[in-house]
């Protein structure tokens, strides 16, 4: 019998709201909402959410909520990631959010992201035997973990994400090769000890699982790339390989570029053109440092690995409906 879940995605660039009709590890859309909030930005700059994207944030749940109501979710988990989690205020903001949707809002600290990440990715496109890793570039944090189809090894996080990185770097445009730069030493300096415990675990990163906005981003630029700059809107985008060649030559470019220019580029979203540039230079940086051959994009992630979470809970008999719920802790 399907279940109808619906989470809240309180995220560093923007919030969601998903719903979908959930049978075994099938989910099939029910609804999606999405407001650009661009906190990451702001909590890089100064370290605290704003007062103006406070009152932001309060009013894109409400209106999430509204809109849920009316569709009669069996179960509802909400959670927050790296924004929030970081932010001088975020406990405060959260709990101001989560009287107005009604659910307790949990602030997943960075290894339950990086499971939920990877619990979504592995749902998705997931085939190797062997021990594998994913990654998962946001808008505040960047997200590894690894483990084959029935455990997982190791889930981290560190505070590498797109929209952080142009905040506490400056809204430059264009970033340039200087500003790339700066970026691939952040990043190298953050994930640098990774690649050693992935080889002691035995992880294979030639091919790494990737999911995430700027994950999704390059895929679609990739693939309009290829369509020799078609107009129309890419389709899907899940499974996309990006080789590491390809994604260095996508990230030099969209460094060079200025925001217009970024913004006349078939299949670019308005709502990501400030930060790809950021985002690029740090996914490539990142499979520089795991020595991958090439990223497989996935379209599942948080969203789908907290939803499945949360209904495997409630058939368990953990969860009773949307009461209070939250994610799970991270294993």
């Known amino acids: 019998m399907a279940v109808r879940a619906?989470?809240?995605?309180?995220?560093?660039?923007?919030?969601?709201?998903?719903?979908?009709?959930?049978?075994?590890?099938?989910?099939?859309?029910?609804?999606?909402?999405?407001?650009?909030?661009?906190?990451?930005?702001?909590?890089?700059?100064?370290?605290?959410?704003?007062?103006?994207?406070?009152?932001?944030?309060?009013?894109?749940?409400?209106?999430?909520?509204?809109?849920?109501?009316?569709?009669?979710?069996?179960?509802?988990?909400?959670?927050?990631?790296?924004?929030?989690?970081?932010?001088?205020?975020?406990?405060?903001?959260?709990?101001?959010?989560?009287?107005?949707?009604?659910?307790?809002?949990?602030?997943?600290?960075?290894?339950?992201?990086?499971?939920?990440?990877?619990?979504?990715?592995?749902?998705?496109?997931?085939?190797?035997?062997?021990?594998?890793?994913?990654?998962?570039?946001?808008?505040?944090?960047?997200?590894?973990?690894?483990?084959?189809?029935?455990?997982?090894?190791?889930?981290?996080?560190?505070?590498?994400?797109?929209?952080?990185?142009?905040?506490?770097?400056?809204?430059?445009?264009?970033?340039?090769p200087p500003g790339r730069r700066v970026v691939a030493r952040r990043v190298a300096e953050a994930v640098a000890d990774w690649r050693a415990k992935f080889d002691a675990l035995g992880v294979c990163t030639r091919r790494v699982v990737a999911s995430g906005g700027t994950a999704r981003v390059l895929a679609r630029l990739a693939t309009a790339r290829v369509r020799q700059g078609a107009t129309a809107a890419p389709g899907p985008v899940d499974r996309v390989e990006l080789p590491a060649g390809e994604l260095d030559e996508l990230a030099g470019t969209l460094c060079r570029l200025t925001l217009a220019q970024r913004?006349?580029?078939?299949?670019?979203?308005?709502?990501?053109?400030?930060?790809?540039?950021?985002?690029?230079?740090?996914?490539?940086?990142v499979t520089e440092v795991l020595g991958a051959e090439r990223l497989v994009v996935s379209e599942w992630g948080l969203r789908e690995g907290a939803i499945l979470d949360a209904v495997a809970d409630l058939r368990s008999g953990s969860r009773t409906g949307s009461s209070g719920s939250a994610a799970r802790a991270g294993s």
């Open 263 to 285: 913004l006349a580029l078939p299949g670019m979203p308005t709502r990501r053109a400030r930060s790809i540039a950021f985002g690029a230079a740090a996914m490539h940086a």
């Open 6 to 176: 619906a989470v809240y995605d309180l995220g560093s660039s923007s919030f969601h709201l998903q719903v979908c009709d959930v049978e075994g590890d099938a989910l099939v859309p029910v609804a999606r909402y999405r407001s650009t909030l661009d906190l990451g930005a702001a909590v890089g700059a100064t370290g605290t959410v704003p007062v103006d994207r406070v009152a932001a944030s309060l009013r894109v749940t409400s209106r999430m909520a509204g809109r849920l109501r009316h569709l009669e979710p069996d179960v509802v988990v909400a959670v927050g990631t790296a924004a929030l989690r970081d932010a001088v205020n975020g406990g405060a903001v959260t709990a101001r959010i989560a009287e107005i949707i009604g659910v307790g809002v949990h602030l997943l600290d960075g290894a339950e992201e990086a499971r939920l990440c990877f619990r979504g990715q592995r749902a998705a496109v997931w085939s190797d035997p062997e021990p594998s890793a994913g990654i998962d570039l946001g808008g505040g944090s960047l997200e590894l973990a690894a483990g084959d189809d029935h455990s997982l090894l190791v889930a981290t996080s560190v505070a590498v994400g797109a929209t952080r990185l142009r905040g506490e770097l400056g809204d430059i445009d264009p970033v340039g």
